[in-house]
């Protein structure tokens, strides 16, 4: 069982990083209401207030900015003296946290995650997607997922497979209706399903071929935010998707979609799992490495 001082500490700190009660407490795996009383209640033994609220904003009191910097390092070394009693436990246990791509989680779910917790049951993954990038230290993950060149030059990485590409396809039947673009520069005739991205940009679907590169502001009849929803789009009949290969790589093989211009697609650095180095480490945190090290050597 958590011990409640704590909990009340870490609270403070994940409103304080998150500026947002809502998404500390979507961190912290409570609700609103029952976070907003943690913290109503530790500011009431406090005497004093530690953040100030509207219904727009949050943010830290002098106060509150006093605590937080004390606590912060405090609760550091606390944690660090549980990882390392923990990391004297035979059987995994407790909590990882993750952060990633939504594309770099879907990419190594199977292979890894689904892998991690039917051997070791006795952990609990949690496994936060987020299209912006995170320092996973400060926001408290113990991993993060990322493509390899994006993962922060301090932290050991861990391949989670080979390179990876894009894959721009439609359905048989779009295709049988306007044909098949054999150029990039063909999908400006074409109904293309655009993407919009975290933030707020449009994205733009990126050729290369001997040398030659190509960035693309497609026009379509719907804008999407989700992959999801972009290939239910393309199956559909709603025009052409830009997607990673590996997440229509099924519909590919059953006929569902048909892949063009595969050698304008350019291929991507590989997806890596990393974290900071620790001197001491749980079961669970060792032995999810150690997973992800087992896989990189298939």
């Given at each position: 069982?958590?011990?409640?001082?704590?909990?009340?500490?870490?609270?403070?700190?994940?409103?304080?990083?998150?500026?947002?009660?809502?998404?500390?407490?979507?961190?912290?795996?409570?609700?609103?209401?029952?976070?907003?009383?943690?913290?109503?209640?530790?500011?009431?033994?406090?005497?004093?207030?530690?953040?100030?609220?509207?219904?727009?904003?949050?943010?830290?009191?002098?106060?509150?900015?006093?605590?937080?910097?004390?606590?912060?390092?405090a609760l550091d070394i606390i944690r660090e003296a549980m990882e390392?009693?923990?990391?004297?436990?035979?059987?995994?246990?407790?909590?990882?946290?993750?952060?990633?791509?939504?594309?770099?989680?879907?990419?190594?779910?199977?292979?890894?995650?689904?892998?991690?917790?039917?051997?070791?049951?006795?952990?609990?993954?949690?496994?936060?997607?987020?299209?912006?990038?995170?320092?996973?230290?400060?926001?408290?993950?113990?991993?993060?997922?990322?493509?390899?060149?994006?993962?922060?030059?301090?932290?050991?990485?861990?391949?989670?497979?080979?390179?990876?590409?894009?894959?721009?396809?439609?359905?048989?039947?779009?295709?049988?209706?306007?044909?098949?673009?054999?150029?990039?520069?063909?999908?400006?005739?074409?109904?293309?399903?655009?993407?919009?991205?975290?933030?707020?940009?449009?994205?733009?679907?990126?050729?290369?071929?001997?040398?030659?590169?190509?960035?693309?502001?497609?026009?379509?009849?719907?804008?999407?935010?989700?992959?999801?929803?972009?290939?239910?789009?393309?199956?559909?009949?709603?025009?052409?998707?830009?997607?990673?290969?590996?997440?229509?790589?099924?519909?590919?093989?059953?006929?569902?979609?048909?892949?063009?211009?595969?050698?304008?697609?350019?291929?991507?650095?590989?997806?890596?799992?990393?974290?900071?180095?620790?001197?001491?480490?749980?079961?669970?945190?060792?032995?999810?490495?150690?997973?992800?090290?087992?896989?990189?050597?298939?």
């Amino acid at each position: 069982m958590a011990d409640p001082g704590l909990t009340r500490l870490t609270s403070v700190l994940a409103i304080a990083r998150r500026k947002s009660f809502r998404a500390a407490a979507l961190e912290l795996g409570v609700s609103t209401t029952a976070l907003s009383s943690t913290i109503a209640k530790l500011e009431r033994e406090l005497g004093v207030r530690l953040f100030n609220r509207t219904t727009r904003s949050v943010a830290l009191t002098e106060a509150g900015r006093a605590f937080v910097e004390q606590v912060g390092p405090a609760l550091d070394i606390i944690r660090e003296a549980m990882e390392a009693v923990r990391s004297h436990q035979g059987t995994p246990s407790g909590t990882l946290r993750i952060n990633a791509f939504a594309t770099a989680a879907r990419e190594a779910f199977a292979p890894l995650i689904r892998e991690y917790v039917q051997r070791h049951p006795g952990v609990h993954v949690d496994l936060v997607t987020e299209g912006r990038l995170v320092d996973i230290v400060a926001d408290g993950y113990d991993f993060g997922i990322r493509s390899q060149d994006m993962v922060p030059v301090d932290m050991i990485a861990v391949p989670l497979g080979g390179p990876r590409s894009f894959a721009v396809v439609g359905s048989p039947a779009y295709f049988a209706a306007h044909g098949r673009p054999q150029h990039p520069g063909d999908l400006r005739d074409h109904a293309c399903i655009r993407v919009r991205l975290p933030d707020g940009g449009l994205f733009r679907w990126k050729f290369q071929r001997s040398g030659e590169l190509l960035h693309l502001d497609v026009n379509g009849p719907i804008t999407l935010d989700e992959a999801t929803l972009a290939r239910m789009a393309v199956l559909e009949n709603v025009g052409i998707g830009y997607f990673m290969e590996s997440d229509v790589r099924e519909d590919l093989d059953a006929g569902r979609l048909i892949q063009i211009l595969p050698d304008w697609t350019p291929s991507l650095p590989p997806v890596c799992l990393y974290y900071p180095s620790r001197r001491n480490s749980s079961a669970a945190f060792q032995a999810f490495v150690n997973l992800a090290r087992e896989l990189a050597d298939r």
